[in-house]
């Protein structure tokens, strides 16, 4: 019955159109009153926590971080150097967004606001250069949940709090799987675009390649210093993401001298406007997430999969396809912040890596923000990029399913995470 009251409340919210933010409240509300625990001062207390947690503050600095290094001229100068790099091969174009999108990671691990960057950029030059219009939509979506698998990974900072689990190690767990991705992109690229006529990029002699290389450094170093830091033990992610902001504020300002003071306030504003809403979705969702351990939901949920507990790669393939369905109908964000503390009490029961269980569950969300009718990345690929969303549906399930075997692929064979993860770990 308490499962009953948590979801129905939830879904029916949602199903009114009110924020999921406010939904999630509602079906606290809702909840205290089945376990005859309604109080204000609960709710409101609760509320508050669910906000006032330091390693959240990385979130801030990291949207503001990416925010100033749009601003800034880092996102055009990645491109050209792509561009420079891989622009003249057959479907050159489609390769460059695979690399900015992994270049990006490392400076904003945001799906989101790489994908409009991207595609505010390379959308035009690729329907000049013959791509059809939709077909480049659907690639630069796919490739923008790179990011947010790899280091500086907003949803794994958010997993990380919710999950108490080490966001360092969350990071470095996502740095080959996020390679293999861009592999498995590129070949699908490779396949689809074979037969394709586009119009080929002029081949940039070395010079050319090497002033673009040149231009972009200060964007290469940032990810360098970051991992280093972390895994050496010099910052947590918070003085990480601190450290991010004057980087991204010194070379706007000092360096590329495209960002002025006089548009600082502005990019402050539109940082203040992302941040707020995660964290006010990381605030509703602590009064559920604190509801469901009191009604022990997570104990219940274990009885169900008790017959699958023993067997790691069956239990999480059942994990997988519940979050790869609800995925389809809600956020990654709030997805994380509801179905974490559910699961963590199971995967800890049943022996599995919770590193592992956090990478795999946030890249099982990431192509969630790929699916209709709620992905926030294909709805942003398809305004930015003027396709309709029928069109851009079609042309991104080749790209949707890849990434799907990708994900049965480290469900099979978990040490093609955990092996290499324990590369970057320090012992």
Known sequence: MTITVFLGSLLAAMALGIPIAHSLIISGIFLLFQLNMFDTQILAATLVDGADNFPLMAIAFFILAGELMN??????????????????????????????????????????????????ILIPIMVEAGYDRGM??????????????????????IFGVTGNVSIPKLFMSGIVPGLL????????????????QFILQPKQ???????????????????GIIIVGLRGGVFTPTEAASIAVFYALFIGLFVYRELKFSNICDVLVAAAKITSIVMFLCAAAMISSWLIAVANIPAWIAEMLAPVMNDKIILMFFINLLVLLVGTAMDATPTILILTPVLMPIIEKAGINPIYFGFMFVFNNMIGVLTPPVGTVLNVAAGVGKVSMEEIINKIMPYLWIEIVL?????????????????FIPK
């Open 71 to 120: 601003a800034g001229g880092v996102s055009k100068r990645i491109i050209a150097f792509a561009m420079a790099l891989v622009g003249h091969v057959r479907g050159g174009l489609g390769y460059v967004a695979i690399l900015a999108s992994l270049i990006f990671a490392g400076l904003s691990g945001s799906a989101v606001a790489d994908t409009a960057a991207l595609s505010a």
């Open 136 to 157: 480049s939509a659907a690639l630069i979506a796919s490739a923008a949940i790179i990011p947010p698998i790899m280091p500086l990974s907003v949803p794994m900072i």
């Open 181 to 196: 991705l861009c592999i498995f992109l590129a070949v699908t690229w490779a396949w689809l675009a074979r037969k394709k």
């Open 205 to 223: 002699p070395l010079s050319v390649v090497l002033k673009t290389a040149r231009d972009a450094i200060w964007a290469f170093i940032l990810p």
């Open 407 to 423: 994900l049965l692929l480290l469900t099979l064979f978990p040490d093609l995470v955990l092996v290499p993860m324990s590369w």
